[in-house]
């Protein structure tokens, strides 16, 4: 199957810091990515969707002032958690997708585990 | 909007023995797709198995076979010969096809030990 990567795997930052996690298709163009949450022994929420050159969508209850979503290419979009507090501290897992049928497989990248202190 | 439910938090199941995870669904759509999917310990999601809605015959994936029963809405997931490796989390997923919009709703789990 298709590889999707995310940048970095972990990271620990302190309250009211803005993080940047990365994720990249490597071997395909997604043209839809998706944005996850993941708490500890809970299922996955999606947060956002996105298509290349276009804003988000998000799900309701998501701040999108507070998750930032840019999807700018075809490989690449990046979640940018902005003034991060310790209730940010949480598993986010990004997913992709080329759109070239009617059903087409998602992809998902490795997670990000954010620990905000 | 469309619902998944599993059942069991947790299952247990010995090496080589067989077990069955429940799914149940809620739709008015005709046109989707359900799928089972496997994050073991290192958290990377894994597709087991992926079923198409409008296809009667269950979908088979070597030791993962799945009932379907879409009057039911019922969509279990059978493991066959299990194995150390198979101890996961899973996740059953419900998507309807809507072009780009398409989107995947999960369940809530189901804690999958397999012991010796």
């Known amino acids: 199957g298709a590889v999707v990567s995310q940048h970095p795997s972990w990271v620990i930052c302190k309250s009211g810091t803005s993080v940047k996690i990365e994720c990249r298709s490597l071997?395909?163009?997604?043209?839809?990515m998706f944005w996850y949450r993941q708490f500890p022994k809970q299922s996955l929420m999606l947060m956002a969707t996105?298509?290349?050159?276009?804003?988000?969508?998000?799900e309701q209850g998501v701040e999108k002032d507070k998750f930032l979503i840019n999807h700018a290419s075809l490989t690449l979009s990046t979640l940018t958690v902005t003034s991060a507090h310790p209730e940010d501290s949480s598993f986010y897992i990004c997913?992709?997708?080329?759109?070239?049928?009617?059903?087409?497989?998602?992809?998902f990248g490795p997670g990000t585990r954010l620990t905000v202190l | 909007a469309q619902t998944v439910t599993q059942s069991q938090p947790e299952m247990s199941v010995q090496e080589a023995e067989t077990v069955t995870l429940s799914c149940t669904y809620d739709?008015?759509?005709?046109?989707?797709?359900l799928f089972w999917y496997k994050q073991p310990p290192s958290r990377q999601m894994i597709l087991v198995i992926r079923?198409?809605?409008?296809?009667?015959q269950n979908a088979t994936e070597n030791r993962f076979s799945v009932n379907f029963q879409k009057a039911a809405k019922s969509f279990s997931l059978k493991i066959s010969d299990s194995q150390l490796g198979d101890t996961a989390m899973y996740f059953c997923?419900?998507?309807?096809?809507?072009?780009?919009?398409?989107?995947?709703?999960f369940g809530t789990g189901t804690r999958l030990q397999v012991t010796l």
């Open positions: 997923a419900f998507m309807k096809l809507s072009g780009t919009a398409s989107k995947l709703t």
């Open positions: 997913s992709a997708r080329e759109d070239l049928n009617a059903y087409n497989e998602q992809f």
């Open positions: 071997d395909f163009q997604a043209t839809t």
């Open positions: 996105s298509n290349e050159g276009s804003k988000a969508t998000y």
């Open positions: 739709t008015s759509e005709n046109n989707y797709y």
């Open positions: 079923q198409e809605a409008y296809k009667q």
